[in-house]
């Protein structure tokens, strides 16, 4: 059964630095890119970033591009989101997600971690 | 990148079909056969329920069905039923830098 368990949110206040992890199971992950997703309190998804299965190709929204960075570990079948510059508008729960090897959509999602930016 | 536009709101009643549309740009629904859909009930994670604009994966409804016509893909749900009230998101891939663009999300309600 594929699992992806996100961890690492928290209250961090304004230019406030959180890592956020998620770790996979049920799958072989060096083989699978993977994306982020967050959803703000009461809004809709907003894709966050996407680093492909060797970690050869990443992309980030234009929001977060400069203050986030992804990385993996296959070894440990983890996928990490580095956040700096926090600001409240990050405020969310941030999903980490499996790409389908067959096109861009995103066919399992952890249950997220949520991310609260506040003083 | 701007989201995909869809309704607010759509309600049916139970047995009923009602259909989501997803309107984009020649960017990314009307430029890729990349559009999926997913369901998300309350306090959940969303779930893929269709992707590569048509196909189900394994485990969805046949109830649930996808197509596109220019920039404007649609989720039609039949034989609408209580546990397909929720919250419904459309996404494409994006030429732009954004890779993966949602909608708005619509909120769907069994009567």
């Known amino acids: 059964e594929v699992q992806l368990v996100e961890s690492g949110g928290g209250l961090v206040q304004p230019g406030g630095s959180l890592r956020l992890s998620c770790a996979a199971s049920?799958?072989?992950?060096?083989?699978?890119?993977m994306s982020w997703v967050r959803q703000a309190p009461g809004k809709g998804l907003e894709w966050v970033s996407y680093?492909?299965?060797?970690?050869?190709?990443?992309y980030y929204g234009d929001s977060v591009k400069g203050r986030f960075t992804v990385s993996r570990d296959n070894a440990k079948n983890s996928l990490f989101l580095q956040t700096n510059s926090l600001r409240a508008e990050d405020t969310a729960v941030y999903y980490c997600?499996?790409?389908?090897?067959?096109?861009?959509?995103?066919?399992?999602w952890g249950q997220g971690t949520l991310v609260t930016v506040s003083s | 990148q701007s989201a995909l536009t869809q309704p607010a709101s759509v309600s049916g009643s139970p047995g009923q079909s009602i259909t989501i549309s997803c309107t984009g740009t020649?960017?990314?629904?009307?430029?890729?056969?990349?559009v999926s859909w997913y369901q998300q009930h309350p306090g959940k994670a969303p779930k893929l329920m269709i992707y590569?604009?048509?196909n189900r994966p394994s485990g969805v409804s046949n109830r649930f069905s996808g197509s596109k016509s220019g920039n404007t893909a649609s989720l039609t749900i039949s034989g609408l039923q209580a546990e397909d009230e929720a919250d419904y998101y459309c996404?494409?891939?994006?030429?732009?830098?954004?890779?993966?663009?949602f909608g708005t999300g619509t909120k769907v309600t069994v009567l």
């Open positions: 996404s494409s891939y994006t030429s732009s830098s954004t890779l993966h663009v």
């Open positions: 020649s960017s990314d629904v009307g430029g890729y056969n990349y």
């Open positions: 590569d604009v048509s």
């Open positions: 997600a499996r790409e389908t090897n067959s096109g861009w959509n995103l066919d399992y």
């Open positions: 049920g799958f072989t992950f060096s083989r699978y890119s």
């Open positions: 680093i492909s299965f060797g970690s050869n190709t990443i």
